[in-house]
C-alpha cells in the first residue's frame, strides 16, 4: 500500500530503510506493532504461486504419485510421506479457519520470528515423517492376520475397506497433530518477537 501512496503521504523514514528492515511501530492508540519492510509487494505474489503450488501438487499430484510409486518397496509409504509433507507445510504456514470459527492467521516464510524456527519445525517434521512411516508399515504388515470384515468393501467399491480408512483417520490425526504443534511454536515466537 505504502508503494501507491503520493510522496507528500510516505512517511518520512520510509526512504531510509532498506528491504527486510525490522522495526517496532507504535501507533496512535499507544498500541506497538512489529513489521518488517520486505520487497515492496514482491513477496504477496511469491507466496500466493508458492501456497498455490503446495495445494494444487497435494490435491491434484497425490493421487497419481500413489499409482506410480504403489507397485515399488514402501511405495505406499514413500508416496504417503509426499503429500504429507506438502500439507504439513501449507497447513503450517496458510490462512486456515472456518465459518464461525476461529481464522488461524498465515506465517509468512520470511518473517524474522518465523525464520529461526525452521530448523526446529524440520526436526519435528523429520520425527513425524519417522512415526507416518512406522505406524502405516506396521499396519500394512498386520493387514493380513486382521478379520476378513477389516478388508472387505462390501458391495459397494467406490468406498474403501473399513482398514482403509482407519489408516486415513490414523495419517490425518497424525498430520493434524503436527500442524497443531508446529503453529503453536510459530504463535509464541511472533508474541516473544513483538514487544
Known sequence: MLAKMPDAELPQWLDKVDPHTVAVLRLDDGECLTAEILDFNDEPLARFVLMATLFLGGIIGSLPLFFLLMKRPYGFQTASAIVYTIFAVFFTFARTGSRGGKDL???????????PQFSRLLWRHLGFLVALFTLQTLALAIRPKLPDWWNDSGHDRRGGTPFDVALLFLCLGLGYAQVFTNRSPLDRAHREFSP
Open 105 to 115: 492467521p498465515p506465517y509468512m516464510f520470511t518473517c524474522p520470528a518465523v525464520r
